[in-house]
């Protein structure tokens, strides 16, 4: 079965950096669109960044010009480089694998986990 595994989260001090990664496994990786969604302590989940499989990328106007998608289809693994952390990037942040390419950063709200498949998340906090 389909399995993403989050990795690389942690705390920093605003202006740090952070690489996240996700380790998928249990379909073929190329056919899904990939996406990055988070979710801060009492509020809805929010689209971060989405990659497609000729590598086309979107962003959450939030973070364009910080974060960067990428992937790797030989290790099946995606990633999320994240730069100039602010302290309202903290946030659970979880990855995504999208057979019909549905999700979009711009999403937000309970209804996008019935998209595709997801893991289980990577705590980010950011402090002042």
């Known amino acids: 079965q389909v399995q993403l595994v989050e990795s690389g989260g942690g705390s920093v001090h605003s202006g740090g950096s952070l690489r996240l990664s996700c380790a998928a496994s249990?379909?073929?990786?190329?056919?899904?669109?990939m996406n990055w969604f988070r979710q801060a302590p009492g509020k809805e989940r929010e689209g971060v960044a989405h990659?497609?499989?000729?590598?086309?990328?979107m962003y959450r106007d939030s973070v364009k010009g910080r974060f960067t998608i990428s992937q790797n289809n030989a290790k099946n693994t995606l990633y999320l480089q994240m730069n100039s952390l602010k302290p309202e990037d903290t946030a659970s942040y979880y990855c995504?694998?999208?057979?019909?390419?549905?999700?979009?950063?711009?999403?937000?709200?309970?209804?996008?986990?019935?998209?595709?498949?997801w893991g289980q998340g990577t705590q980010v906090t950011v402090s002042s």
């Open positions: 995504s694998a999208d057979p019909t390419c549905i999700l979009v950063p711009t999403m937000i709200g309970p209804e996008v986990v019935k998209f595709g498949y």
């Open positions: 249990g379909y073929t990786y190329s056919n899904y669109c």
């Open positions: 990659i497609e499989s000729d590598g086309s990328t």
